[in-house]
């Protein structure tokens, strides 16, 4: 069955630090692969997502997420957070054919620190 | 940002009470999901539609019937409230045309039931 494990349920960084956030999956076939950030109060946005091809993939706000089969993982990242990074951050896997639904991780709460 | 509104955006309602969301979509896309958002759980699937009249259950539908009588709107209702179906719902909707299937998802409606 297809699932999605985050493992650090919350992270403190500092302004200017480097972030990596992490993602594994387990699905038996090609998966699709999206990270969404949720602000306090608000819905979910679209950071990145990955369907093929070049395994890193950029998005907005200056995050990237590296794809890597062989670990399951789809780890996001970004060189230097900024106050305005704080939210929650979810990674979520699709299916590449047949259904339409996603599995989302259970989050993980990014603090940042002045 | 995809067209998407909820209504209400807080609700307020006792145990054994009907209740009824709502989820409006100006993108004309085909696919319209419910999920439900709890600490700990991350964002779980209630049902979805994938055409007018064409509906299927996620994960945790119990307790929860939709409808779709046309492409922009889709109803979640609960029969009966509970208490344990205090939580953030939201809606999404996606485009099932690859590699364009990507979830968008809503501002979110708080329901508490006392």
């Known amino acids: 069955a297809q699932s999605v494990t985050q493992p650090d349920i919350h992270i403190t960084v500092s302004e200017g630090a480097s972030l990596e956030l992490r993602c594994n999956y387990s699905?038996?076939?090609?998966?699709?692969l999206f990270w969404y950030v949720q602000s306090p109060g608000q819905g979910l946005q679209l950071l990145l997502k990955y369907f093929s091809g070049d395994t890193l993939v950029q998005g907005i706000k200056g995050f990237e997420a590296e794809f890597k089969r062989s670990q399951s993982s789809f780890n996001l990242r970004k060189p230097s957070v900024h106050w305005s990074d704080a939210a929650e951050y979810f990674c979520?896997?699709?299916?590449?054919?047949?259904?339409?639904?996603?599995?989302f991780g259970t989050g993980t709460r990014l603090k940042v620190l002045a | 940002d995809a067209g998407i509104t909820q209504s209400p955006r807080h609700k307020v309602t006792e145990t054994g009470t009907p209740v009824t969301l709502r989820c409006h979509q100006t993108?004309?896309?085909?696919?319209m999901y419910w999920y439900r958002q709890d600490p700990g759980h991350g964002l779980r699937l209630i049902h979805y539609?994938?055409?007018?009249?064409?509906?299927d259950k996620g994960e945790v539908s119990d307790g929860y019937s939709v409808s779709r009588s046309k492409t922009e709107d889709f109803l979640l209702t609960l029969e009966s409230a509970t208490s344990s179906q205090t939580s953030v719902y939201f809606c999404?909707?996606?485009?099932?045309?690859?590699?364009?299937?990507?979830?968008?998802f809503g501002p979110g409606t708080r329901l508490t039931v006392l």
């Open positions: 979520a896997v699709g299916a590449a054919s047949g259904t339409y639904k996603y599995i």
């Open positions: 699905y038996g076939a090609t998966p699709y």
């Open positions: 993108e004309n896309h085909r696919y």
């Open positions: 539609s994938y055409g007018v009249k064409d509906t």
């Open positions: 999404a909707i996606s485009e099932p045309t690859r590699p364009k299937d990507t979830q968008y």
